[in-house]
């Protein structure tokens, strides 16, 4: 009996995720303990407890208020007609922030505040961006051109698609109205 081959898709490219999952939730609490008895160390421990608390109400208010831009960004957006993609990738950072900030400690919390700023997070959005982009798959086409494939344009308006003579697959080209489409009627 053969063993089967492990497929050479996207399971075999993402073999480093558990290991850097499992090194992050084992590293980050670490690097976040270490840091709070830093700090505690420097000021004293209820200054550090003060400081905690404090971090996480500047937290809550920052979400509070950059959320409450984020949304409406996002409808005046909607309202206008326009694609929301930056107000979608603003929302999207302020929450990820905000989910940062929940957790206790300083060095999240840091993070969480980069990413809620709205002047550092022009630069959390570009690298979105360019993740994001790199984990769009196109979808190939038939035909070698863009669109469909043959007998299909870019555009779906007037002048949709490329008429065919019916010849070709004894199937005319799309008219003034759309495509027909034959077919039974089945009751």
């Known amino acids: 009996m053969t063993t089967p ?18 090194a992050a939730f084992v590293v980050v609490p670490l ?17 550090t407890i003060l400081l905690l608390v404090l971090d996480s109400l500047l ?5 509070k208020r ?19 993609a930056r107000e979608i990738a603003d929302g999207a950072l302020i929450l990820i ?19 809620i700023l ?23 086409t038939f035909g070698g051109g863009p669109g469909f494939g043959p007998g299909f344009g870019t555009g779906f308006g007037p002048g949709f698609g490329s008429p065919s003579t019916p010849g070709d697959d004894e199937r005319p ?5 759309g495509p027909v489409v034959r077919g039974d009627v089945v009751e």
Do not use: C, K, Y
Not at 36 to 45: E, M, R, W
Not at 68 to 79: C, I, K, M, N, Y
Not at 97 to 110: A, E, K, Q
Not at 173 to 177: F, M
């Open 31 to 47: 690097v976040e303990i270490w840091a709070i008895l830093q700090v505690g160390q420097l000021v004293g421990p209820w200054w």
């Open 5 to 22: 081959t492990p497929p050479a898709g996207p399971r075999r490219r993402r073999r480093w995720v558990r290991p850097a999952l499992a």
């Open 66 to 84: 950059e959320g409450g831009r984020a949304w409406s960004a996002l409808r005046t957006a909607l309202q206008q007609g326009r694609m929301p």
């Open 173 to 177: 080209g799309p008219g003034p109205g």
């Open 97 to 115: 922030g905000g989910t940062l900030m929940l957790s206790p400690g300083f060095v999240l919390d840091i993070a969480g505040i980069l990413l």
């Open 59 to 63: 937290g809550a208010w920052l979400i």
């Open 118 to 140: 709205p002047f550092t997070r022009p630069v959390a959005r570009r690298l979105l961006t360019t993740v994001v982009e790199r984990r769009l798959v196109v979808a190939p």
